[in-house]
Each structure stands twice: as C-alpha cells, then as structure tokens.
C-alpha cells in the first residue's frame, strides 16, 4: 500500500507553545487526509477532515482554533496545535483517503508531550 | 450515532491456537467494515474489509464477514502465528464512503511460542 510519513515522531513542548506535525503522502496525491488522535489503550477519534485547497472540517467537540489543519498541496497536511497544554499531549495519527481504491492509509503517528 | 464496539483485551493465545475476536457496530444506514492492524511501531494497516452485507473479506488467513442481522463483523484466524502479535481495530465507515472512520476500541493479542 501506500506510505504515509509524519514528522516529527515525538515532540516535547513546553505549556503555551505551538508545535506542528507534519503529515506526508509519499506516494499518491490525496485531496483527503484525515488526522486522529488516540488516548493510552483507547481508540482512534476523528478530529478533523483536511480537504486539500479548502477548509478543514471538525468533528464535534473539536477546537478549530486550538488544531489549526492546512492542506496546502495534494501531499502534505500539517497539525498545528495552537498554546499547547497537558491536556493535549496525546498520540496524533494521520492518513490518507485515496478514494479511488477506497482505502486509507496511515501515518505512523506522532507522540506530542507537553510539560 | 455510529459506533463500534469490540471485545476487551487483551487476548493470549499459544501458536497455532484459534483466534476470534468480536465486533459488534451500531449503524443507521449501510457501513462499509474494516479490520486494521497496528504492529509495534508501525501505523496502522489494512487487514481486511467488507462493503455490503453477506461479503467475506480476508488477507493473511483472516477472514471476517459482515451480519448485518447480528450488526457484526468478528475477526477470525485458524491458525494465530507470534507474528500476529499486533493491536486489531474494527471500524465503519457509515457515511457514504467518505472515508470517515469510527473504531472500536482496539483488541491487543499477543501469541506465545
């Protein structure tokens, strides 16, 4: 299948900053990517749909102007998460929808820590 | 709304035992359904999928088929291998193939020798 990169794999921030995760379709030109974040030992929940050229479309419960999504080019979809708490330190996973195959394909995920 | 529910982990099993591990989804129209799999490290991958009811859907002697009179799609294998050793997520997608994934909550198995 596919690949799907992120970068960066794991990133400690201090309270009140902005880090960036970087999401890579290496071999298909995506107009969807989606971005999930994963609690320890729970599921993946959606947090948004990157739309390539567009806005991003947020799930319900989701702070747009906390996770600020781009979708610049049909490869690359970047993660802002805007004055970062603890609360937000998590495990962030992207993917990319190639809708005519109907498959999605995921990155390796990133691990944010914020102290 | 949509939602998925698998049975709680984590699953021990002896090479070559039998594997089933349950899937059950709450739907209001008709999903597709997915298995993936996460391997140490790794990102998640496609293992199987089905698009409409009745359909098998297998790879790597996994087989999984969709009920829709029992709103399951339960995740089987003859012969477990430690190679199988991963974290196993069922998922729908119930909006019009959009892409939109909703998971259950991950089932971890590991195999011993």
């Known amino acids: 299948g596919a690949v799907v990169s992120q970068h960066p794999s794991r990133v400690i921030c201090k309270s009140g900053t902005s880090v960036k995760i970087e999401c890579r379709s290496l071999?298909?030109?995506?107009?969807?990517m989606f971005w999930y974040r994963q609690f320890p030992k729970q599921s993946l929940m959606l947090m948004a749909t990157?739309?390539?050229?567009?806005?991003?479309?947020?799930e319900q419960g989701v702070e747009k102007d906390k996770f600020l999504i781009n979708h610049a080019s049909l490869t690359l979809s970047t993660l802002t998460v805007t004055s970062a708490h603890p609360e937000d330190s998590s495990f962030y996973i992207c993917?990319?929808?190639?809708?005519?195959?109907?498959?999605?394909?995921f990155g390796p995920g990133t691990r944010l820590t914020v102290t | 709304g949509d939602s998925v529910t698998q049975m709680e982990g984590p699953v021990t099993l002896s090479e070559e035992a039998f594997l089933t591990i349950n899937c059950t989804y709450t739907?209001?129209?008709?999903?597709?359904l997915f298995w993936y799999v996460q391997y140490p490290g790794e990102g998640l991958q496609l293992l199987l999928k089905?698009?409409?009811?009745?359909d098998k859907g297998s790879n790597k002697g996994f087989e999984a088929t969709y009920r829709k009179e029992t709103t399951s799609f339960h995740l089987e294998k003859g012969s477990v291998q430690v190679s199988d050793s991963a974290v196993y997520f069922c998922?729908?997608?119930?909006?019009?193939?959009?892409?939109?994934?909703?998971f259950g909550q991950g089932t971890t198995l590991q195999v011993k020798p």
């Open positions: 739907a209001t129209g008709y999903p597709s």
């Open positions: 071999d298909f030109q995506a107009t969807t």
């Open positions: 990157s739309n390539e050229g567009s806005k991003a479309t947020y």
């Open positions: 998922a729908l997608d119930g909006s019009s193939n959009t892409g939109k994934l909703i």
């Open positions: 993917s990319a929808f190639d809708s005519q195959v109907y498959e999605q394909y």
């Open positions: 089905a698009t409409k009811a009745d």
